[in-house]
């Protein structure tokens, strides 16, 4: 969950690494919605997304749809992110060996939250609501 400056809806990141891949080995998805439990759910929706968009390259590398997404995914190791024409690629690049460990000062030493402590988090905002006011 992430801190944002905006406090009536919350921000959830679902993420892994896979260590036995060199390539693709990173994996993400974000959601965002006024009750917790349903933002968690958005972020793993995408990141079932993530996984299935990345291992099809991995397993399937001559699926049409696999060479489609390799071409949009595609990084090289010595790459400029600040050259990336999608943010999709920064999954890729992160997800590459060499680069694994930057994301560290993101993902590691983060307070735990256990999903049975979830719901005292609620703050049982409306979005529509929200807009109205705004």
């Known amino acids: 969950m992430h801190n944002q400056d905006q406090?009536?809806?919350y921000v959830i990141t679902s993420m892994s690494f896979d260590s036995d891949l060199t390539q693709y080995s990173f994996n993400?998805?974000?959601?965002?919605?006024s009750d917790i439990e349903k933002a968690i759910l958005h972020s793993l929706e995408e990141y079932v997304q993530s996984i299935n968009n990345t291992r099809k390259i991995v397993y399937a590398p001559n699926w049409i749809?696999?060479?489609f997404s390799n071409y949009v995914l595609s990084v090289e190791p010595d790459d400029d992110?600040?050259?990336?024409?999608?943010?999709?690629?920064?999954?890729?690049?992160?997800?590459l060996e060499e680069h694994k460990e930057k994301l560290n000062?993101?993902?590691k030493?983060?307070?735990v939250v256990k999903?049975?402590?979830l719901a005292k988090?609620?703050?049982?905002k409306d979005i529509e609501e929200f807009l109205k006011k705004k």
Do not use: C, H, M, R
Not at 121 to 124: G, Q, V
């Open 105 to 107: 000062w993101y993902i």
């Open 115 to 117: 999903l049975s402590e």
């Open 121 to 124: 988090l609620k703050n049982e």
């Open 7 to 9: 406090q009536d809806f």
């Open 81 to 95: 992110p600040k050259k990336f024409k999608t943010f999709y690629q920064a999954v890729s690049y992160y997800g």
């Open 65 to 67: 749809t696999s060479q």
């Open 109 to 111: 030493g983060n307070e």
């Open 28 to 33: 993400t998805g974000g959601g965002i919605d």
